[in-house]
T-cell receptor, first 114, second 116 residues
Framework: KQEVTQIPAALSVPEGENLVLNCSFT??????LQWFRQDPGKGLTSLLL?????REQTSGRLNASLDKSSGRSTLYIAASQPGDSATYLC?????????????FGQGTILTVHP | GAVVSQHPSWVICKSGTSVKIECRSL??????MFWYRQFPKQSLMLMAT?????????EQGVEKDKFLINHASLTLSTLTVTSAHPEDSSFYIC????????????FGNGTRLTVT
């Protein structure tokens, strides 16, 4: 059974800092891994999706890497801004017959203060 | 981009009543939609997979008679929480992908259910 762990559980940084969020998964046989952002009481916004054959994906100030063999993914946020404050979730997609069965981590609550 | 819409965004109901939550794909057709549940300070857990024109597939531990899923069209799936109890209070969120394959999943804004 896949288990996804995110470290740290919470992170508070001053504006402008570069930061790294960590995600680890126990079963390396994933099809892809997706990073999401969730604002309080809201749904999920997809940030980046990394296929199992890929090493990293970039979108603006966000960069996500994937190391399947070690069961790890990191989300790098450059030059953080107060608007980046949210909960960040990573989710592993096991593949197989159901592409929508994601296993989520507990999330990292990020606070960027001015 | 692809949009998944949920309604209502929040609902309060009395114990014993039923509540219906709608999930719509606004600009694409979704043969499959996924229903997740998130308890306070916990992560999202898949409840069931909704299949257009056929029965839903439920995850282990999810009561299919309590959480009725109907996927009658390619753009609409509904989740009905029957005989709701306070322990059913949670955040329910649906998702779908644009091409029903391995592209990124798009999530609705969720429905906060409170059962009193």
């Amino acid at each position: 059974k896949q288990e996804v762990t995110q470290i740290p559980a919470a992170l508070s940084v001053p504006e402008g800092e570069n930061l790294v969020l960590n995600c680890s998964f126990t079963d390396s046989a994933i099809y892809n891994l997706q990073w999401f952002r969730q604002d309080p009481g809201k749904g999920l916004t997809s940030l980046l999706l990394i296929q199992s054959s890929q090493r990293e994906q970039t979108s603006g100030r966000l960069n996500a890497s994937l190391d399947k063999s070690s069961g790890r993914s990191t989300l790098y946020i450059a030059a953080s801004q107060p608007g980046d404050s949210a909960t960040y979730l990573c989710a592993a997609n096991a593949g197989g017959t159901s592409y929508g069965k994601l296993t989520f981590g507990q999330g990292t609550i990020l606070t960027v203060h001015p | 981009g692809a949009v998944v819409s949920q309604h209502p965004s929040w609902v309060i109901c009395k114990s014993g009543t039923s509540v219906k939550i709608e999930c719509r794909s606004l600009d694409f057709q979704a043969t499959t939609m996924f229903w997740y549940r998130q308890f306070p300070k916990q992560s999202l857990m898949l409840m069931a997979t909704s299949n257009e024109g056929s029965k839903a597939t439920y995850e282990q531990g999810v009561e299919k008679d309590k959480f009725l899923i109907n996927h009658a069209s390619l753009t609409l799936s509904t989740l009905t929480v029957t005989s709701a109890h306070p322990e059913d209070s949670s955040f329910y969120i649906c998702s779908a992908s644009e091409d029903n394959t391995w592209s990124p999943l798009h999530f609705g804004n969720g429905t906060r259910l409170t059962v009193t």
